[in-house]
């Protein structure tokens, strides 16, 4: 999880029957180090105590706007100034009409007005209550308001219905929150493709030719930038991880998919860093029926597939930055400065996979990032942090040291 350190959270509990599942996002955010704050309604406390958030954040649950029995102070303006985001999860029908015409009328709406930072809502309630023609005005009353609207997930509801309605789940809540105050919006403006994990080469309807990638290293990247504010498109063959919300997902399987797929989109891209460990070689014939097997050896006859670093290389835009990826067994810095030269890059990242901690599947990388002008091998670090060097290498800024968790 990113670093929340110094980030103050405040989280607005409402009385719907998901709000126990706001106990997982408040101890996630306390995990990433920010300082939580939870206001519940009354109504909230039929569902879940305060106690439990207290428990988990370390600060008082506040319920009561005219409570005396803590420090004085004027506690919604406290809170109010110092939060950089507060996150109302679930909302119900009640309180989004009153945040959307002003009514203030307790401890979280009066808080809420007084808010100046960044404000998400999280609506959940039953399908129909969701979809009446009031609700929905009143969502885009707040969206013009700037509030920004986590959209219900669609399933089975606790009243029996099923369709939209449903509240997140707290892994979705907290990638909201961490998008929004994660990371400083040093990439705002600009555009990224990122290209990720394996492609696979059919043989035959059953079986296919692919590679280790598991993606890690590519999403990590992908997800960096979004985070830092950039718009990504994110072209990622078969991977085994989940790949990362508020970016382009173009999905591909194989090596001409995803040229097609990275060259129908290179124009106007700020950055491309294609991370993606595609297949140099495919099966010349494809049957369209299972191989069967035979006694003996088999041969399948290879063919080169398209090169997609090469044609990035000859297509590149004035002012456009090219990474690619080498992964290497030995040899490593000569034949990586090769690819450099040949394929036209601006930067390569580097790394053997025989050294510990590097390769596909972990969640730390062994890299150094070759220019033109210089190598700079960086130790060992978690894949997110790597993502963040690279970032910060393509767009030229100065190097920044990971915060302590």
């Keep these: 999880m990113e670093n929340l350190k110094g980030k103050c959270v405040v989280l607005g509990v409402t009385g719907g029957i998901a709000a126990y599942k706001m106990a997982s996002v408040a101890s996630g955010l306390r995990k990433a180090g920010a300082d939580v704050h939870v206001i519940m309604t009354e109504n909230a406390r039929e569902f879940i105590t305060p106690l439990t958030f207290e428990t988990l954040t370390n600060n008082r649950c506040v319920v009561d706007t005219f409570a005396r029995d803590f420090s004085y102070d004027v506690t919604h303006i406290s809170l109010a100034k110092a939060a950089d985001l507060i996150l109302i999860a679930p909302a119900t029908a009640n309180v989004l009409a009153k945040l959307a015409h002003g009514i203030a009328d307790d401890m979280l709406t009066t808080t809420v007005l007084a808010c100046r930072c960044k404000k998400i809502i999280a609506p959940a309630m039953n399908t129909n209550m969701y979809e009446n023609p009031i609700l929905q005005d009143n969502l885009k009353i707040l969206r013009r308001y700037d509030y920004e609207v986590i959209d219900p997930a669609v399933g089975y509801l606790a009243c029996g219905d099923t369709g939209a309605g449903k509240m997140p789940e707290p892994e979705i809540l907290l990638q909201y929150i961490l998008k929004e105050i994660a990371c400083e919006k040093d990439l705002k403006g600009k555009k990224v493709l990122v290209t990720a994990g394996p492609t696979q080469e059919a043989i035959d309807p059953v079986r296919y030719i692919t590679n280790h990638s598991t993606g890690k290293m590519g999403y990590a990247i992908a997800k960096t930038a979004a985070y830092r504010g950039a718009q990504v498109t994110l072209v990622t063959g078969p991977a085994e991880e989940k790949p990362p919300m508020f970016v382009d997902l173009v999905p591909v399987e194989s090596a001409k998919e995803m040229f097609e797929a990275v ?49 990035l ?49 972990t969640d730390t990388n062994v890299v150094t990032l070759i220019t033109r002008e210089k190598e700079t091998e960086l130790p060992k670090m978690s894949k997110e942090d790597v993502a963040g060097r690279i970032l910060d290498a393509v767009f030229g800024m100065e190097r920044k040291e990971p915060e302590d968790f």
């Excluded at 294609?274 to 290879?302: C, H, S």
């Excluded at 040899?331 to 053997?352: G, T």
Aim: aromatic share 6%; hydrophobic share 35%.
């Design 263 to 311: 060259t129908a989109r290179s124009a106007g891209q700020d950055a491309i860093i294609k991370a993606a460990a595609v297949a140099d070689y495919r099966p010349k014939f494809v049957n369209t029926e299972k191989t069967k097997k035979k006694d003996g050896d088999m041969a399948i006859q290879l063919e080169r597939t398209d090169d997609i670093l090469k044609w």
């Design 313 to 361: 290389g000859e297509h590149k835009e004035k002012g456009q930055f090219l990474c690619g990826f080498s992964m290497e067994t030995e040899h490593m810095l000569e034949n990586s400065r090769a690819k450099l030269e040949k394929k036209k890059l601006d930067m390569i990242v580097a790394n053997n996979l025989k050294v510990d901690g590097a390769g596909f599947g």
